[in-house]
T-cell receptor, first 115, second 113 residues
């Protein structure tokens, strides 16, 4: 079975400073990993995905994530936070369980961006 | 916009009633998955449909059921509603092939009173 653990439930940064949202995964095979963002009262938007190609993955809005197999991590980073980045972020692993390609979500990290 | 549309956007039902939620998948996608997102939590997998057949199910009771139609749109039905069924229900559209991403609709906010 696969799972993800988001290490921080809340992260607060100042506008213009770097963002780091941490995620560790557990999978018995090479995983497909994703980061999704959810703004208040909105659906989920894909930020980026890792699917066993390049270990450094670039996504939308300046976000990127690095897949580190030795550390079983897939942390999300952004060099400079913007007010519009304030949202809930979910680390997600995809795998075949019970016949379906289901997504397993972490518990989420609420990102707050302050002036 | 993801091209995945869900209806209705909001719904209030009474405990014990039945509800049907609808999802139109993105053009070309043959797989639809449903997720339940309780307040303050991450989405939980309910089930997935591929070519009109259920293709995987999460830890949800049988009163949660679904359908997928030939045009790949889908319905989620919940019978005998309970207060704990109050949540945001999200539909995700994708291809079955590995390494493809899922695109989510805006969700249906269900409140059971």
């Amino acid at each position: 079975a696969q799972s993800v653990t988001q290490l921080d439930s809340h992260v607060s940064v100042s506008e213009g400073t770097p963002v780091l949202l941490r995620c560790n995964y557990s999978s018995s095979y090479s995983p497909s990993l994703f980061w999704y963002v959810q703004h208040p009262n909105k659906g989920l938007q894909l930020l980026l995905k890792y699917t066993s190609a390049a270990t450094l993955v670039k996504g939308i809005n300046g976000f990127e994530a690095e897949f580190k197999k030795s550390e079983t991590s897939f942390h999300l980073t952004k060099p400079s936070a913007h007010m519009s980045d304030a949202a809930e972020y979910f680390c997600v692993v995809r795998g075949r369980t019970g016949g379906g390609n289901k997504l397993t979500f972490g518990t989420g990290t609420q990102l707050k961006v302050e002036l | 916009e993801t091209g995945v549309t869900q209806s209705p956007t909001h719904l209030i039902k009474t405990r014990g009633q039945q509800v049907t939620l609808r999802c139109s998948s993105q053009s070309g996608h043959n797989t639809v998955s449903w997720y339940q997102q309780a307040l303050g939590q991450g989405p939980q997998f309910i089930f997935q449909y591929y070519r009109e057949e259920e293709n995987g199910r999460g830890n949800f009771p049988p009163r949660f059921s679904g359908l997928q139609f030939p045009n790949y749109s889908s319905e989620l039905n919940v019978n005998a509603l309970e207060l704990d069924d109050s949540a945001l229900y999200l539909c995700a559209s994708s291809l079955m092939e590995p390494n493809t991403e899922a695109f989510f609709g805006q969700g249906t906010r269900l409140t059971v009173v």
